[in-house]
Each structure stands twice: as C-alpha cells, then as structure tokens.
C-alpha cells in the first residue's frame, strides 16, 4: 500500500485523517493508516476489470497482503480469486472464520473527472467493489500485526459478483474444502444509508434473481394484410400484460415477488408494413423464497403457453436460476450487529433491515455455511447510486469497514474466551 500512497502524492490525490470516527481499538490503528489505505482504493478504481479478468487487481492485493505480514496466501481460487491466511495468538479454540470482499468492475463508462478515474475505457467500479477489497486489505493489516484472537481468519478476495457467480466458483473449485470456515460474513457500501450506520436483518437480505427467455413463433406476413399472419408482437404484448397478474393474482400479498420483462425484440425497426414472424422476451423473476419462486417459474410457463397458443403461436420459455437469495443465519447476523453496535453504537444499526430485491452471489456461500452479509452506509454523493457512472467509493467509511471485519474475527474468536476456559479448567484440575 505505501508504493500506491506514494504514486498517488504525485496526482495530489492523497487523502488526510478520516472525518468519520469510531469506538475501539481497531478503528484507531486502522484510521492511522487511512492515506495509505485510500491510495489503495483508488489505484484499484483507476484500474477496473471485469470477472475472471482481476489479473491487475489480484496482483494488487497479493502484494498487499504479503506486505501486511499474512500467513499464507492462496492464489487462482475461482480462476482469480485469491485468499489470504492469519492465525491468531492462539488456535486452540479450532475455530475459523471467513471475511469476503468481491473484486471486479461493472461494463460501463465513468463520467468522473478526478484524478483516479478509470483508466480502462468502458470499464468502471460501479458498484464499490474497490472500497470493499481495500477494506478488507485493511483489516488483514490490522489482525496481522495484532493478532488478538483465538483461531485463524480466512480473507476471501472474491472475483466476478457481477453476473459470473464467482462466489459458485470459488465454493466449486474447493474454497470451503480447503478453507473449512464455521462462519462467512461480508458487506456491501450502501449509498441510501448515511455514512457511519450498518444494516443487517435475521433473514432475507438480497432476492434471488433468474433470467427468464421467452421464444414467441408466429407467422410473418405483410402488415397490410394481417388477417394471413400469426401476429408474434401481439402475443408478446398480451404475455407482458398477464405476466404482471402473477404478482398481483396469484403470489400471496405477504410473500415478495418481482416480474419485469425489461427487453422486447421483434421486426425490423426500417420495416414498417412488415409482421415478423417471431419475438423474444427477456427479463427477470426476484424472490425471496424457493416455494415462490417455482410458483412463478410454474405460472409464467403455465400463461405464456396458454396465450401463444390462443393465438396458434407457439412460446418457448427458458427459465435460468442466476443466484440465490441471500438469506442470513439469524445467530450470525445479531452477532454481527453487536459487532458494529459496538463500533457506530446502538442507534446507528438497524437491526431489521428491510431487504433488498436486487441480488447477490455471496448467496452461494451462505448456502454452505452459516453467516451474514451487512450493508454499511456511504452516503449518496452527487446524487449517484450504485451502478450509475458518477459513483464514487466513500473513502471515509474504510477503516470503519475495515474494523467491522477485525471485529467480526477477535469478537468471534476471543482471545479472552480461551483464557476463561482455561483458568476454569485450571481451578476444576486444582480442586479434584
């Protein structure tokens, strides 16, 4: 980190102190070293790539990772993926823990104009997944040179969240096996949440997301004389139309649901008296529960079929189950947010979160093991959210998220802990 704090002098874009502050010990080692640790961030926002591409961005973190005095680190995990290992002052307790931040960029331009802008044309970290790997990196220097815990910390650097599912690959190419984790936890920057708050519900937190592909086949003809055609645009607008009844008609009011058909093909723009002989469909399907999910996947087959057909087309449906919900082990996520309760204090962590219908891949690893997945609040600058191509990473919240993974690991494993039960064996030893 100190090579990109000095690369970023020379651009004048060095950060001072943060303004935000904390409570505890890691808070105040970590915000010692902020300059540092935002010249790393925006190295890495200069430099974006896509999933499975992280070569620049794994080597990055390789590099800091090895400077931060880690145990071990493990590379080419899920292609790119690379993980790090810190054992505590003590590893009798057994226990291991896994902290995950996801690493690649989105496929759009940045209309930005500071000096860590992205370098890489039609690439940009849209999303903060630069903010989220220089947090992490933070918390590995930190434990690596306090090493107040009892057990060993697994740091997850994690490739392709955008749309590759690389937390599936990860999991497929032997992470957990090599890794066997009791607990995972990550977090993600949430721009509609005030810097300094952390979000986390007992359940439910991201909706599960399926691509849904609907082939409609008619017969094409000329427009002026309809009546010889099989009209697919027609059956397209009706299949739209019913699509939204699923919801309102047949999903119960207080389960959640989503249906949005997003993309419509069919003809030829410059073909005005043309009817095309087929369309397609593309769109989306979130829930938060499997029982929904397969009564929409079951409605939605069920009403395209019967539509088509009323019209003699014929509709094809290609239903594609992207990532799960994102569904917190309800123990993991109080004990989360006693972790930064402990940080940002009592009213400044809301405990019931109300979900998000967006998606995610570290969905994957809660599905394997217990553990919870947090938002941190970043402030909404310039009116831009996620996703949208004047975002900016909140350099002020790193060291908080940072000592948000320190302390899901030392109050996880508590070095204390160990000493309390050893003294008590001591005392029962004694007695006998």
Same mark, same amino acid.
């Given at each position: 980190?100190?090579?990109?704090e ?13 303004r935000?502050?904390a409570?505890?010990r890691?808070f105040?080692? #970590? ?6 640790l935002?010249?790393f961030?925006?190295d890495?926002?200069?430099?974006p790539?896509?999933?499975? $591409?992280?070569v ?6 390789r $590099?800091?990772l ?13 292609k ?12 009798v307790?057994?226990r291991? #823990?896994g902290?995950r931040?996801d690493?690649?960029a ?6 930005n104009?500071?000096?860590?802008r992205?370098?890489n044309?039609g690439l940009?970290?849209?999303c903060?997944h630069?903010?989220h790997?220089a947090?992490?990196v933070?918390?590995?220097?930190y434990l690596?040179?306090?090493r107040?815990?009892?057990g060993?910390a697994?740091?997850i ?15 497929e190419d032997?992470?957990?096996?090599r ?7 990550a977090m993600?920057?949430?721009p ?12 439910a937190? =991201? ?8 082939e409609?086949?008619?017969?094409g003809g ?8 099989i ?6 607008a009706? #299949? #739209?139309?019913?699509?939204q009844?699923?919801?309102?008609r047949n999903?119960r ?13 069919a003809?030829?723009?410059g073909?005005?008296?043309?009817i ?8 989306t399907v ?6 929904v ?7 939605l087959t ?14 094809t449906?290609?239903?594609e ?10 123990? $993991?996520? =109080?004990?989360a947010a006693?972790?930064?309760?402990s ?8 405990r ?6 967006g ?8 599905q394997?093991?217990a553990?919870a997945?947090?938002?941190?609040g970043?402030d ?6 996620l996703h949208?191509s004047r ?10 998220g940072?000592?948000?993974h ?11 802990a ?8 001591a005392?029962?030893t004694a007695?006998?």
């Amino acid at each position: 980190m100190r090579a990109a704090e000095a690369a970023a002098s020379s651009t004048g874009t060095t950060a001072s102190a943060p303004r935000l502050k904390a409570s505890g010990r890691a808070f105040a080692n #970590i915000a010692s070293f902020y300059p540092e640790l935002t010249a790393f961030r925006r190295d890495l926002h200069a430099h974006p790539e896509l999933g499975f $591409e992280e070569v620049y961005t794994a080597g990055r973190v390789r $590099e800091a990772l090895r400077a931060c005095g880690v145990d071990e680190i493990h590379e080419g995990i899920g292609k790119t993926g690379v993980v790090g290992v810190i054992r505590g002052k003590s590893t009798v307790s057994g226990r291991m #823990i896994g902290l995950r931040a996801d690493m690649d960029a989105l496929p759009m331009r940045e209309d930005n104009s500071f000096g860590w802008r992205s370098a890489n044309d039609g690439l940009m970290h849209g999303c903060g997944h630069d903010g989220h790997t220089a947090m992490l990196v933070g918390a590995a220097r930190y434990l690596a040179e306090t090493r107040d815990f009892d057990g060993t910390a697994v740091l997850i650097f994690q490739p392709g969240e955008e749309g590759f599912a690389g937390a599936r690959v990860m999991i497929e190419d032997g992470l957990f096996d090599r890794f066997p984790v009791n607990a995972v936890y990550a977090m993600h920057n949430w721009p509609a949440m005030p810097a300094g708050t952390v979000g986390i519900n007992r359940g439910a937190m =991201m909706a599960a997301a399926d691509r849904i592909t609907i082939e409609i086949k008619g017969k094409g003809g000329h427009g002026a004389h309809a009546y010889q055609t099989i009209d697919p645009v027609v059956v397209a607008a009706h #299949i #739209i139309t019913a699509a939204q009844t699923i919801v309102s008609r047949n999903v119960r009011p207080i389960d959640a649901a989503v249906v949005s058909i997003c993309a419509v093909q069919a003809g030829d723009l410059g073909a005005m008296s043309v009817i095309p002989g087929e369309a397609t469909l593309v769109g989306t399907v979130r829930t938060f529960s499997a029982r929904v999910q397969a009564q929409v996947e079951q409605r939605l087959t069920e009403l395209c079929t019967a539509i088509a057909g009323g019209f003699g087309a014929t509709a094809t449906i290609k239903y594609e189950r992207i990532y799960p919900a994102t569904i917190n082990t309800a123990p $993991e996520a =109080m004990f989360a947010a006693d972790v930064a309760e402990s940080l940002v204090g009592a009213k400044n962590v809301d405990r019931s979160m109300e979900p998000s219908m967006g998606a995610e891949d570290f969905s994957f690893m809660l599905q394997k093991k217990a553990g919870a997945y947090l938002r941190i609040g970043q402030d909404v600058r310039e009116g831009a959210f996620l996703h949208n191509s004047r975002y900016d990473f909140n350099d002020e919240i790193l060291p908080l998220g940072a000592a948000l993974h320190a302390g899901l690991i030392e109050q996880g494993m508590p070095l204390a802990a160990t000493r309390s039960s050893q003294q008590g064996k001591a005392a029962a030893t004694a007695a006998s």
